[in-house]
């Protein structure tokens, strides 16, 4: 699982006070997240002719600089927090991991350092020991999407370390993974994403309920953008129509794909239907 980009999120919780308010350490701090953000999103926006020299230069600064920040201010769980996030976005993760440690540990009421734990722990093999920081998240704030969603993917990838360990079983993983995924598809009913992975969530479990499943590519063919999108979850829902051994629907719905990018997939999908008797 790959670190999912929070640094607007964290920009948006750590830097929220009034300038006319806030104290010269959070004035300090805003700064530096500032020139955080602009960093990185010039470094997207410049994609593959990004100049690297300069921008290892910059970065380096501002790793001084925020060194600098947290000597002056060593309990700031937010400098900590930021710095760490920044440690992780250059490829430094153990020190990242160390940083947001540390800002868990002097505050341990920020959901956000908790769900980069996960997320480092969960990157380097350690998903025994992200799970909890996952769940973490979600009780401080379970209204945020990305935090079931983040819960749902660790499950769902690393269900044979969980199972080795012997602390869950099957069926409650698969209950778990599939609840937080209808968490994060509920609480964002405008990302796309979620509601799709949700939908693929049922090809995970060891007992589907393909109608379940089929009710959920229905609804994503109504909301899909394009004709491929729709084609696509047209495919999806044939393949759950001949595992149930629909196959005469399941014709139905393949001979509605007709983009041609979808050509061989369907034609895998016509290859697992039984021979018609058409005498």
């Not at 698969?174 to 609840?179: A, P």
């Amino acid at each position: 699982m790959r670190i999912l980009c929070c640094f607007l999120l964290l920009c948006t919780a750590l830097a929220a006070a009034e300038p006319a308010s806030e104290t010269l350490t959070e004035r300090s701090l805003r700064q530096l997240l500032e020139r955080q953000q602009a960093l990185f999103a010039e470094a997207k926006q410049q994609g593959e002719k990004l100049d690297q020299a300069s921008f290892q230069e910059q970065a380096q600064a501002l790793v001084h600089d925020y060194e600098v920040f947290l000597r002056n201010n060593p309990n700031s769980a937010d400098g900590y927090a930021a710095y760490g996030y920044l440690l992780g976005k250059v490829d430094m993760r153990r020190e990242s991991l160390v940083m947001l440690m540390k800002a868990n540990r002097i505050d341990p009421n920020i959901p956000l350092v908790k769900n980069q734990i996960g997320n480092l722990l969960a990157e380097t093999g350690q998903p025994l020991e992200a799970v909890s920081y996952f769940l973490a998240a979600i009780k401080l704030a379970p209204k945020e999407p990305l935090y079931h969603y983040q819960l749902g993917t660790l499950l769902a990838e690393a269900r044979d370390d969980f199972l080795k360990a012997g602390e869950w079983s099957r069926e409650s993983l698969d209950q778990n993974m599939l609840e937080a995924f209808r968490q994060a598809k509920e609480l964002a009913p405008d990302r796309f994403e979620f509601a799709y992975r949700y939908a693929e969530a049922f090809y995970d479990l060891a007992r589907p309920d393909w109608d379940a499943a089929l009710k959920e590519w229905s609804a994503l063919e109504e909301k899909a953008a394009t004709n491929i999108e729709r084609e696509t979850m047209r495919l999806h829902a044939a393949n759950i129509l001949i595992k149930q051994g629909r196959t005469d629907h399941a014709r139905l719905v393949l001979a509605m794909v007709t983009e041609p990018e979808l050509q061989a997939q369907k034609q895998k999908l016509v290859a697992q239907l039984p021979a018609r008797d058409d005498k």
